[in-house]
């Protein structure tokens, strides 16, 4: 190739890539816009309360969330209380993100009144619940304790607590990232290039994603889009320091920064796409689930690492040819310098002794990480993964958590999150009396088109069919009733409740379905587990097939998976055992173990593909057992600073106050220093070493008389 285009190509790389950067930067604030965090948007088709959902319009007037208002006095509320809340009643009817507004509602005890706020269906929840809770705190009397609850409010909680998103957490994981590669490289310059290529591909995927999810293509929410950052600064960070380690080596045998680039590209080409493709096919058995926010991450987190690829490969390449030896100033390698010696008496250094320990003790070391492993495990024992109430999934102060107590101790606890029947007209009073007879319903309305928002339109408790001036709206042959039930909407007793409902419904009329907030969790919670035992066999068979085309091996794919299963079930066990002893979680969502499963068995992989693609090719020339060592040898520095940043990026998820994703950062920050502290470092090296050519079965490396 000319020199002329040694120089214009990597320069139009650099110029396309800042093009894109240019582009997509932007749209780092902007993807919120198209992001929701209304759990219902989530659920699958099939699932009762999304039927629901979907047909609740036929029966009333389209409406978004409703907001509860609960305000409170110790003592009782007086009439001039009373009065404020008749005014703030007023004043929330004339807003235009508010449909409608309900009367006001006092308690049995006097001590409290609720108001209902329906939200227009085109009102954003956020910003509409942050101005009725402005307008509540301007209308309180002295004394009088005043929230905004309900499925608005906790939307509104839930959406504050993801603003971080944006800004905190990317800022927190680059910062992260920066320190621990300026440690491991001790290089100014050489951090800034691989955290920019981790960034421009941030830039692209959030580019792709935005437009993707405008079109309603792909779905996003908080815990998608920060999953997204997390995975795409990791992953192109991990594949970016694979790169440099291969255009270091290189440096030292090849004169140019050309020819080092093409030796660097070569030998480090078939790992990174290797492992890349390992992490999309994995994210993408997500398109598996029957639960609309596991299948939303499947193509995004591909598009992500799709990206981490091309950047890793074409970005850094070109920047790296750039600078060449000053991308590594101070310690430049110099032309014809010895490699560093990685076996025998002369070696030296952390995993020189490492190697002499495995070759010494092969199976004493395999055995002992094993056993260390599966002891941790044991916490699995004490996972709780059935899911969590919605009042739980922001950690820390939480209004609408706060009003949803202060509600059930004065008015029944599903006030304003009702379960919503959907059944035959013709079967109105008997499924009224069979709602009524479920243990945890308090009242049964039903819906009509005609009556204003946040009323009682029919009433069917304790007299089925009974009107108050409104006819209820009949669809399709079908009704809509709801019942408010006893407990809090998202309590353990209203799901019971919401079972029992289903089960008494349907006797009444089989195609009766049930539905509203509770029905969403229940339905969310049953999915989830059903996804979980799905999906996770699914990616451990595909991951499993690609090692074995990658390592031309049956052996050493299956040594690998079963490596990276004992390590999950490690990393879950004591993620378990923290929940539940340190942090007193209520429980964990069923995603967790699932996400965590993919994380880790596809990063996992990802260290044992680097390990053991560098193994083969070193066995191919020095022998299966000097092939271990000069292998883990010669990777063991970079794949240990890939771990570090890695679950330095996960860990950066801990600072949104989420409990799904704290524990998502807990489990897979501990499972990947696991990998790559142990199970990369002694279990793999010590198993492949013991079984010698045995590993490699049933390729040449297996034979005997396959020689260096």
């Known amino acids: 190739m000319?020199?002329?285009l040694r120089i214009v190509l990597p320069a139009l790389v650099i110029v396309v890539w800042l093009a894109i950067a240019s582009v997509g930067g932007p749209f780092f604030g902007k993807i919120s816009e198209v992001s929701t965090n209304d759990q219902t948007s989530f659920l699958p088709a099939s699932a009762d309360a999304t039927k629901v959902q979907e047909r609740a319009s036929e029966f009333r007037q389209a409406s978004g969330a409703p907001a509860i208002i609960v305000l409170e006095r110790d003592g009782g509320l007086t009439a001039a209380d009373q009065r404020a809340a008749t005014t703030l009643a007023d004043r929330l009817g004339d807003r235009d993100d508010v449909q409608g507004v309900s009367p006001v509602i006092p308690s049995e005890d006097g001590d409290a009144v609720e108001i209902v706020a329906t939200l227009t269906q085109s009102a954003d929840t956020g910003d509409a619940v942050e101005?009725?809770?402005a307008d509540v705190e301007d209308a309180l009397p002295s004394g009088v304790q005043g929230y905004v609850t309900g499925p608005a409010g906790f939307t509104a909680d839930l959406t504050e607590a993801f603003a971080g998103i944006d800004g905190l957490l990317l800022g927190v994981a680059l910062a992260a990232v920066f320190v621990i590669l300026i440690i491991v490289y001790r290089s100014p310059l050489l951090p800034i290039l691989v955290l920019g290529t981790a960034t421009f591909a941030l830039c692209a995927s959030i580019l792709v994603v935005w437009w993707l999810a405008k079109a309603d293509i792909v779905t996003v929410n908080g815990q998608v889009q920060g999953i997204l950052s997390i995975l795409v600064i990791g992953a192109a960070t991990d594949y970016a320091l694979l790169y440099t380690a291969r255009f270091r080596e290189a440096l030292r045998d090849h004169r140019t920064g050309w020819d080092a680039t093409k030796a660097a590209l070569r030998g480090s080409l078939e790992p990174i796409l290797a492992s890349g493709g390992t992490v999309?096919?994995?994210?993408?058995?997500?398109?598996?689930?029957?639960?609309?926010?596991?299948?939303?991450?499947?193509?995004?987190?591909?598009?992500?690492?799709?990206?981490?690829?091309?950047?890793a490969l074409t970005l850094l390449p070109a920047l790296l040819l750039a600078f060449r030896r000053a991308a590594f100033w101070p310690l430049r390698p110099k032309y014809g310098s010895a490699h560093p010696v990685l076996t025998g008496p002369d070696a030296r250094g952390l995993w020189a002794r490492v190697g002499r320990l495995v070759a010494r003790r092969s199976r004493v070391v395999w055995i002992v990480c094993t056993v260390g492993l599966l002891a941790m495990g044991t916490g699995l024992v004490g996972l709780n993964a059935d899911g969590v109430p919605q009042s739980d999934l922001v950690i820390g102060s939480s209004q609408a958590r706060d009003g949803q107590e202060v509600l059930a101790d004065h008015f029944p606890g599903g006030s304003g999150s009702p379960a919503q029947v959907i059944g035959a007209a013709a079967e109105t009073d008997e499924l009224a009396a069979a709602i009524t007879g479920v243990d945890g319903v308090d009242s049964v309305v039903a819906a009509a088109k005609d009556a204003p928002s946040g009323t009682v339109p029919v009433t069917t408790s304790g007299n089925p069919g009974g009107t108050t001036g409104a006819t209820p709206t009949v669809s399709r042959g079908d009704v809509l009733l709801e019942a408010t039930l006893?407990?809090?909407?998202?309590?353990?007793?209203?799901?019971?409740?919401?079972?029992?409902?289903?089960t008494a419904v349907e006797r009444v009329d089989p195609g009766a379905i049930v539905g509203g907030a509770t029905a969403t969790a229940v339905d969310t919670n049953d999915t989830g587990i059903r996804d979980r035992t799905l999906i996770i066999p699914v990616v451990l068979a595909v991951i499993l097939l690609i090692l074995m085309l990658l390592l031309r091996s049956i052996v050493a794919p299956l040594v690998l998976i079963g490596s990276v299963i004992v390590s999950f079930a490690a990393a879950l066990g004591v993620g378990a055992?923290?929940?539940?002893?340190?942090?007193?979680?209520?429980?964990?969502?069923?995603?967790?173990?699932?996400?965590?499963?993919?994380?880790?068995?596809?990063l996992g992989v990802d260290y044992n593909i680097f390990l053991m693609t560098r193994v083969r090719e070193e066995a191919l020339q020095h022998g299966p057992h000097e092939g271990v060592l000069r292998g883990l040898g010669v990777t063991g520095g970079v794949i240990t600073s890939a771990g570090v940043v890695l679950a330095a990026t996960f860990a950066a998820l801990g600072v949104i106050p989420i409990l799904f994703l704290v524990q998502i950062a807990f489990v897979v920050a501990f499972g990947v220093l696991l990998d790559t502290i142990v199970v990369r470092s002694l279990l793999v090296p010590a198993l492949a070493y013991d079984l010698g050519r045995r590993a490699w079965w049933p390729s040449r490396l297996s034979r005997p008389a396959h020689h260096m």
């Open 131 to 133: 101005a009725v809770r």
């Open 577 to 602: 055992l923290v929940f539940d002893h340190v942090f007193h979680f209520p429980g964990a969502d069923p995603s967790v173990p699932l996400y965590s499963f993919v994380f880790l068995v596809a």
């Open 2 to 4: 000319s020199r002329f």
């Open 280 to 311: 999309i096919v994995g994210v993408l058995c997500l398109l598996l689930s029957d639960l609309n926010s596991n299948k939303a991450l499947g193509p995004v987190a591909a598009i992500g690492i799709a990206f981490s690829l091309l950047a």
């Open 486 to 502: 006893s407990d809090p909407a998202d309590s353990d007793a209203a799901e019971q409740t919401v079972r029992a409902l289903r």
